[in-house]
């Protein structure tokens, strides 16, 4: 299980990679362990802002079906094409590069402030281990 | 938790472990999709040993089988087993269950003996319901916790398990059961029976025997890449057959004949629980009733997602919903109203805020040559 230090976390298994006023957000390690093999991604919120704690997204794995949670506030700029079934229908990469190939979203952030809020790896980690 | 014989061997084989009905069982070990498709493609093996069997011999043993099940177990010769189900008193099911009619020499002369072979989550449930119903002086042993069951399923089955044993597989017509030597253990129970609709074995041990049988059906199952399937692929498996699952498909409430089960409820018997209601549902018909469905989106249904008919109304609820391996499509089984239950009726499923368009369709869901 791995828990990249430059990350942030939330108490849903989202992280996000902060880039200036904009990030890439995707589901952790352990979540995509957990959830098991993805089938589907579906994200039809591109241009939405919406705000922390909302959904943004569904995840349908196997076994299960997820919904995605914003980790903070913003607007989605876009959705990883690589993942969509407009693009290359991977939902695979999530299981297998969850925090490379597998980013699910990139957002402008509504609100920096909202970023303390979230967990640094040692704290995520001490969450799920 | 519950362990079975083989708890820590799936544990060391890099398991993803959950509870189910008390024990602590393998889900996947790699993938459920690959697991499922090393089964209808060649072999696998699955550890079910938390699945509950019982005991029952006396001379009024068949009495006493045919009152508490809606199949009529009459018909069974020593050495037949048969898909059966027990019915309550409000026309539902207290569980789904195998009837093993087994061979003369387990019981006296005058006497006949079975094993019935129960869902897990249901063995203290049916347990007291057969007791309560035993009035015959039928001898009743639970033997779940000293019994192991693997499943050996998939096309090249036979070709593993024939290696191992002295019994005759080639002969061995479905649902039909030995007993003899499994890689130098005696006394196995092995049926021509499973739950993945792709051919194969069930094997009954004493839980002393199974890791030995394990190991040996591993390595007898090299030359075919075998690998072991846990409950994830056993549940897309049956899925795709449109094999009820107890709790989801099938419960108290549900009626065989809803459920598409009438095949085992055989109302023409003189008597069994709920007998007059089941007569009654075949004359006149049901309400509802279990169907198949595709969905014509990527959106996999789910157990309790509310169908609706193409208008908006309310006409039934998912029991079961996965993506399917073979079909590479999400499938699921529900209840419907009657007047939508035909194949080729569309309907809507209610996921959230999204309604997802699917067609009623034929099980099973995917042939098998």
Redesign the interface.
Known sequence: MSYPKELKYSKEHEWIRVDGDEAYIGITDFAQ?EL??L??V?VETVGETIAEGEVFG?V?A????S?LFMPVGGEILEFNEKLS?SGDDEPGLINSDPYGDGWIIKIKLSDLSELDALMDAAAYKALVA | MKTTPLTEVHIGLGA?MAEFAGYNMP??YS???DEHEQVRASVGIFDVSHMGEFILKGKDATALIQQVTSNDVSKLQPGDAQYSCLPNKEGGIVDDLLVYRLFEDACAEGEQAYMLVVNASNILKDWKWIKEHNTYDVRMHDISMFTGLLALQGPDAIKVLEKLTTIDLAEMKYYTFNKGVVAGEENILVSATGYTGSGGFEIYARNSQLVTIWNAIMEAGKEFNIQPIGL?AR??LRLEMGYCLYGNDIDDTTSPIEAGLGWITKTKKENFNSIETFRAQRKEGVSQKLVGFKMED???P?HDYIIEDVDGNEIGKVTSG??S?TLDI?IGMGYVHVDFAKVGTAIKIV??KKRLDATITKMPFVKIS
Do not use: C, L, N
């Open positions: 362990g098991g093999e089938v589907y579906e569904t349908e196997v076994k299960t079906t919904d079934d | 993803k889900i996947s993938t459920i999709s994830g549940d897309t990527r959106r996999v789910r996965t993506q391996p999400p996921a959230g």
